[in-house]
């Protein structure tokens, strides 16, 4: 374009917005929208997940005999005590069908529920299947600082097909 058409167009312009009064900027800061509690609960799911479980750590469990396993703190009566089924277990967790991540984040979720509950005693189906869920999650659960204790389950609560396992919830006594 030449000068002489941007000045035309500019005087153009200014002749036919003469008289116009400019809008007022009305100044609103929105806020950030506040978040879904769902979406919140399932992202810090994810995290623990995540933070708590590696597949590649691999702690010193049976080869033969019962699935078990119990931090060094913690007194090898109480897992005696599971394997009797002195503990009768709160919430149950049933695995059947589902990916490891999938099962990853249940398993966390099953934990901070234990805690938030204050349950000292759950119960993981696993099912027979592939193995896969069966060998993984007694690594897994082995990882998790609340874990004090896990035993292969009763017959009365799914049998091998089964883990109970005893969480660490603080200092407040077992109720029955």
């Not at 009305?26 to 933070?51: C, G, I, M, Y």
């Not at 234990?114 to 007694?138: D, F, R």
């Not at 897994?140 to 005893?166: I, N």
């Amino acid at each position: 374009m030449n000068k002489k058409t941007d000045k035309d167009e500019l005087a153009l312009f200014a002749e036919l917005t003469k008289g116009m009064k400019p809008l007022e900027q009305n100044k609103r800061h929105f806020k950030t929208a506040p978040k879904d509690r769902k979406v919140v609960e399932e992202k810090e799911q994810q995290l623990h997940a995540d933070s708590f479980f590696s597949d590649t750590y691999q702690p010193l469990l049976p080869e033969n005999g019962p699935m078990k396993w119990a931090r060094d703190d913690v007194d090898s009566f109480e897992v005696k005590r599971l394997r009797r089924g002195d503990y009768a277990p709160d919430l149950l967790l049933d695995l059947h069908g589902m990916r490891q991540s999938e099962a990853k984040l249940e398993l966390a979720a099953l934990i901070q529920a234990c805690v938030k509950q204050q349950s000292h005693c759950c119960c993981i189906m696993h099912g027979h299947g592939t193995g896969i869920l069966k060998q993984n999650i007694p690594m897994w659960l082995a990882q998790h600082p609340h874990v004090k204790a896990f035993h292969q389950a009763t017959k009365e609560w799914g049998g091998d097909a089964a883990l109970l396992v005893l969480i660490d919830i603080g200092d407040l006594p077992y109720r029955r």
